[in-house]
């Protein structure tokens, strides 16, 4: 007898039964909707790029958190995407001259990240990005966080439960100015701010110590102050204040965003009880669609991974049992005939082919009751009954939430399910 090897799927990664695929379309669909209800068009792109699209940036340090590889025989190095951004701004880099200005761009793509997996952060998860490319104005950072807002409130979250935190990185730039730190000192320490909350106090001060940081102590104090918005985000408060947005929205200094590419303003999404990672994240970043051979472009975007939201919607009792997501049939043909041909595969397929979702038991039952169950447990709407009845060439529709059913001939079956559906 020959040996078998059980298989797991790869740490870090997710396999999604019908249910579990059913709650992450949930999820996407309320992405799609949002997205499109804001005037943003769907894009995608490949899975895998060439690794110089985000070493370019970066530097080589990124390779360690990327799974990087070489085609056999090959002399060029690839990357599954850990992000979309450099990808978009190839993208529009490459048809810029075409494009309208400004562009609305979304995407749901995969990613995927060689990092060790924890709460909130796995190796391959999925995300929506929503960007406005070529508007430098408030008008397109205001644009990105409404439709993050409408996301949320699809969801069901409000501003109690959830906040978008904004920074511009000139204000991080002018305390570092203050404190003498070295300009090529400068991506190092804007990602040890950026993963301040996930280190110990020795291990930040240690490393602030290695980058170069002279006073850690007065960072953190002018990090971690109280301060009014400032006038350079003014135009940004503006443009919240006329979308009803600023109930949503803070001012938050110790926003850092610790991507190299990021230019100005940067925002978070954070729950307010502090449990989760953020929920989403994003910024301007206005030189990376010329840095990948495109035109100067203002540009500006957000990400929201789906792993965090839905731990933030489950914190939140918004995610009901994971069943009720899947699609439920407009009609169960149930059969109580024991004798003769079996007639519900006909009726199913007459059913399907005037475009209905349709059901029918796999079991051998006859058992009209227990079918009815088995009826009811898909959430089905209506029931189409074969029994004595079928001699006469008539069938039992029944309406399984008002329990009100009437005899149909089999001719006029399609019209009539059509018609109570549309009640």
């Known amino acids: 007898m020959p040996r078998t090897h059980t298989f797991q799927a790869p740490k870090g990664t997710r396999d999604f039964l019908p249910a579990d695929l059913a709650v992450r379309r949930h999820v996407e669909n309320a992405w799609r909707a949002v997205s499109v209800n804001h005037g943003f068009d769907e894009i995608d792109g490949p899975t895998f790029e060439h690794l110089d699209l985000y070493t370019v940036k970066s530097g080589e340090g990124i390779v360690s958190e990327l799974f990087s590889f070489r085609r056999a025989g090959g002399d060029v190095d690839y990357a599954l995407r850990p992000e979309f951004t450099p990808t978009l701004a190839r993208m529009y880099a490459s048809a810029a001259r075409t494009l309208p200005k400004p562009t609305r761009w979304f995407c749901i793509p995969s990613f995927f990240r060689a990092e060790r997996p924890q709460r909130g952060r796995l190796r391959e998860f999925f995300q929506w990005n929503a960007d406005v490319i070529g508007d430098e104005t408030a008008r397109a950072d205001a644009e990105v966080i409404a439709v993050t807002v409408g996301v949320l409130q699809r969801l069901g979250l409000g501003p109690d439960a959830i906040r978008v935190k904004v920074n511009h990185r000139s204000e991080v730039e002018e305390a570092l100015d203050h404190l003498a730190v ?33 006073d850690i102590d007065g960072l953190l104090g002018w990090i971690d102050a109280r301060a009014d918005v400032p006038d350079r985000c003014r135009p940004l ?21 610790g991507i190299a590419y990021y ?22 970043y206005d030189t990376l669609v010329e840095m990948f051979g495109g035109p100067p472009t203002p540009a500006v975007g957000i990400a929201m991974g789906d792993v965090v939201l839905r731990l933030v919607l489950e914190d939140h009792g918004l995610l009901g049992d994971a069943a009720t997501y899947l699609p439920a049939p407009a009609v169960f043909v149930i059969s109580g005939i024991k004798e003769g041909a079996d007639p519900v595969p006909r009726i199913v397929a007459e059913l399907r082919s005037h475009g209905l979702h349709v059901r029918a038991s796999d079991r051998a ?43 149909v001939a089999l001719d006029a079956l399609a019209e009539h399910v059509a018609a109570a559906l549309s009640k």
């Open 365 to 407: 039952s006859r058992n009209i009751g227990k079918q009815l169950g088995e009826a009811g447990k898909a959430r089905a709407r209506l029931a189409v009954i074969l029994g004595d009845e079928l001699t006469a060439g008539k069938a039992t529709v029944k309406d399984l939430a008002s329990g009100e059913q009437s005899e």
């Open 263 to 284: 230019t100005g303003l940067v925002f978070e999404v954070h729950e307010t009880s502090g449990k989760e990672r953020a929920v989403a994240g994003g910024g301007r």
């Open 237 to 257: 408060w503006d443009a919240l204040a006329e979308r009803d947005l600023l109930d949503w929205c803070d001012f938050q200094r110790s926003i850092v965003r």
């Open 182 to 214: 070295p300009e090529e000192q400068r991506p190092e320490a804007y990602r040890l701010l950026d993963a301040r909350a996930k280190l110990n106090p020795d291990k930040f001060r240690a490393r602030a110590a290695e980058i170069g940081i002279p």
